[in-house]
């Protein structure tokens, strides 16, 4: 069996000397490593940005009809506080679209009619808060301060009186009702990146090699075409896999994105949409003829689908009910729901066994399909 | 130089090999030999063939019909010992432009087998020979044209094949590089591979042992230069080129 072992040995180290010259492609060409790396950092950071929770001097307009004793020291605690500024007094109640439209209020305080006689007679008056959920961070801190003064001078009137006042605070979240927040970019931004690695990168690189000709030469040698796939796909495994990791680090530390479900699985789930990407990579290449052929293919086929039909962008459920079943044949659409159960609600595994079984079986058929392309087209 | 016409054992075999694809014939049975040791000059203007024929010879299409044996192996049957024993040189320029030039010769050395001790020793030798060995460790992409070519011949003979087919290999370099390239190929020769060489440069025929001239996917005439031009009574292989290319 010396003679096996030694083919199976050799046969190792033309596929390691393979791998070996797909880095030295990836990482003598800067323009290669600024869309591998770049791309993911400077996302995560431009939705970093886009998270603030830093809460101050947030303008505040309110629309009082009482106009008493109550509602004013309330006004006036709010004011003093570091976090507010009521910067306005709305006339009507219609008015207060208007000023959120404009952009600048974060908050609107409307009280109730005759809150002041209310709360002292039957003990019971009502506010609204109307917050400004767009960020829905923000919102939510905005929305928690607000009823932390209220609450405040709730204590101290019981303090000062004996009677068992209650004001009912009512909080809306205004233009994101859904509380959709910048944690959701997280995952679909995974899955475009990833989209872009393995798939575009992917099909470029192994196209290149049909177009300067060296695809002909490796042919002509005793290396079996599945060995020149396979080097092929590991490297930017690999670097997918590292990506990932980086993106995950960056969500943690620089996102505050609470990555709460298992690791582990996490990583299976993440390395099987991987290999999907991969195998769609391996099917454009054998389909096309030009690197510019490639990434049409990949940016047309993939990248946009990855935008528009994964939830990334648009969400799923407010799509027309076509669009919703095309975006089912969007592998990144199941990563993404996936992705966010893992990772935002930290749902145990059982719950994405769906998305899971969906893109193995998507694994199973492409890399199919495009292993017997290879066989067809290269021997 | 030495020109071997007689030669006892051949090394490639061909006997009315075809390729179609589709209804179009490329290769219409063609029939011929080549010697051990020699250097063939496979003519024929764009589209005549040969590439095609060069390409079944070298296991990287299948054949239509008929049957071919290259350094003993069939190349239908066999195509990977057919490839284990050749070397290749293609038409467009092959090498990887952002490797160095020791990178090259050691990728392509280790695809073929050749263990690591022999390459760290015959790449030095190479590179020598070539003239390269201050270029160890520039990418290849920044080497002159003439430069790449020659360094593209020396890895596709680096693990010592029985028969090296080389497709239009000096395509758009000038005639003193041309000339310089031709000496490697004799020197080659001289060592005992095969050579097996399309090329359009009509000069570049006078240099073969024998020819071969393909007019639509058929040979039209083969043997040494100076009985072609005997035969065709011209004064040069460019004449008996076009007197053949003249007749369909």
Known sequence: MIPHAKMLNSQCSILTAFVQKEFYHIFRDIRTVLVIIGIPVFQILIIGFAISTNVKDVKVAVFDPSNDEATNRIINRLNASEYFNVALRLNTISDAEREFKKGKTGLIVIFGENFGENLYHTGDAAVQLLVDASDPNHGQTVASYATGVISDYQRELLRETDIPVRINSEVRMLYNPEMRSAYNFVPGLMGLVFMLICAMMTSVAIVREKETGTMEVLLASPVKPVYIVISKLVPYFIISWFIFILILLLSVFVLDVPVTGSLLWLNVFTLLFIVVGLSLGLLISTIVKTQVAAILASGMGLIMPVMILSGYVFPIESMPPVLQWISGLVPARWFNEGAKKLIIEGAPVRSVLKEMSILLGMAVLILTVSLRNIKARLE | ?248
């Open chain 2, 1 to 248: 130089m030495r020109h071997k016409t007689d030669c006892q054992l051949s090394i490639i075999e061909v006997e009315q090999l075809t390729k179609k694809f589709g209804r179009f014939t490329a290769v219409d049975r063609i029939t011929f030999m080549v010697g051990k040791g020699e250097i063939f000059g496979f003519l024929g203007a764009n589209g005549a063939g040969k590439t095609t024929a060069m390409r079944m010879l070298c296991g990287l299409i299948e054949p239509t019909s008929g049957k071919g044996f290259v350094a003993g192996y069939d190349i239908e049957k066999q195509p990977e010992m057919v490839k284990k024993n050749i070397g290749y040189m293609s038409q467009k320029f092959s090498l990887y432009e952002d490797l160095k030039v020791w990178e090259n010769i050691r990728l392509f050395a280790g695809i073929y087998g050749v263990n690591e001790k022999l390459i760290a020793r015959k790449t030095g030798e190479t590179l020598e020979r070539i003239g390269l060995t201050n270029e160890r460790n520039v990418l290849v992409r920044d080497l002159p044209l003439g430069w790449k070519q020659k360094l593209a011949f020396s890895v596709a003979i680096f693990h010592e094949p029985k028969i090296v087919f080389l497709d239009e290999p000096t395509g758009g370099v000038d005639p003193i590089t041309r000339r310089r390239f031709w000496e490697m190929i004799y020197e080659s020769a001289n060592r005992g591979t095969t050579i097996f060489v399309t090329t359009h440069y009509m000069d570049e025929a006078e240099y073969c042992n024998r020819v071969s001239i393909m007019v639509d996917g058929r040979i039209e005439a083969l043997d040494t230069p100076r009985r072609l031009k005997e035969r065709f009574r011209a004064g040069n292989m460019d004449e008996v080129f076009r007197q053949l290319a003249r007749k369909t």
